[in-house]
């Protein structure tokens, strides 16, 4: 989670509202994003596909 009281990077990435996320590869790379409740199994398959 990163706050930002500004909300200018949650605009960058279309956060509108919460519960939101957005995962990221490591080199900084949009995987996926999820307005509402997110599923846990998509994100970690995605995270262990991306780790490398």
């Known amino acids: 989670m990163y706050w930002d009281e500004t ?3 949650w605009i960058a ?3 509108t509202g919460q519960p939101a996320a ?3 590869a490591p080199d900084g ?3 996926d994003a999820w307005q509402g ?3 846990i ?3 970690l398959d ?3 596909s991306s780790s490398g």
Do not use: C, N, Y
Request: charged share 20%; glycine share 4%; net charge negative.
């Open 7 to 9: 909300f200018e990077s």
């Open 13 to 15: 990435i279309g956060i």
């Open 22 to 24: 957005v995962l990221f």
């Open 29 to 31: 790379e949009v995987l």
């Open 37 to 39: 409740m997110f599923p």
């Open 41 to 43: 199994d998509d994100v």
């Open 46 to 48: 995605l995270a262990a």
